[in-house]
């Protein structure tokens, strides 16, 4: 099975219809914002990494998680990551979350 395939596959396994379009979205956007990135499914989710991963969508029974595994290094000027770990911190992302995010809210500058 090609990896775009698998891609397919798990979104549809893994989504009822509403997270199902929020996980479109975040492949979207994460697409447009680096179009040179390529999609794996790891960790039970998909991965995106352009040299190496960057950042991973997850969908789970209520929201759909967008995971940073660098995260810690964000300006995150809008207060929407949460996490308090060492490293990675993450947005859950519901339909009004995901709404801001299609309008500009996250950019490659978000970077210190």
Same mark, same amino acid.
């Given at each position: 099975?090609?990896?775009?395939?698998?891609? $397919?596959?798990?979104?549809?396994?893994?989504?009822?219809?509403?997270?199902?379009?929020?996980?479109?979205?975040?492949?979207?956007?994460?697409?447009?914002? =680096?179009?040179?990135?390529?999609?794996?499914?790891?960790?039970?989710?998909?991965?995106?990494?352009?040299?190496?991963?960057?950042?991973?969508? *997850?969908? *789970?029974?209520?929201?759909?998680?967008?995971?940073?595994?660098? #995260?810690?290094?964000?300006?995150?000027?809008?207060?929407?990551?949460? #996490?308090?770990?060492?490293?990675?911190?993450?947005?859950?992302? $519901?339909?009004?979350?995901?709404?801001?995010?299609?309008? =500009?809210?996250?950019?490659?500058?978000?970077?210190?």
């Amino acid at each position: 099975m090609k990896a775009a395939d698998r891609i $397919e596959q798990l979104v549809e396994d893994i989504c009822g219809p509403i997270l199902h379009e929020i996980v479109q979205g975040v492949r979207q956007i994460v697409m447009r914002t =680096g179009p040179s990135a390529t999609e794996i499914v790891k960790y039970g989710g998909i991965m995106f990494q352009a040299k190496q991963p960057f950042c991973g969508v *997850y969908a *789970y029974r209520e929201n759909v998680s967008l995971e940073f595994g660098h #995260g810690h290094q964000f300006k995150d000027a809008h207060g929407v990551l949460e #996490g308090s770990g060492k490293f990675r911190r993450h947005i859950k992302m $519901e339909p009004p979350v995901m709404r801001s995010c299609t309008q =500009g809210s996250f950019r490659d500058d978000d970077y210190d």
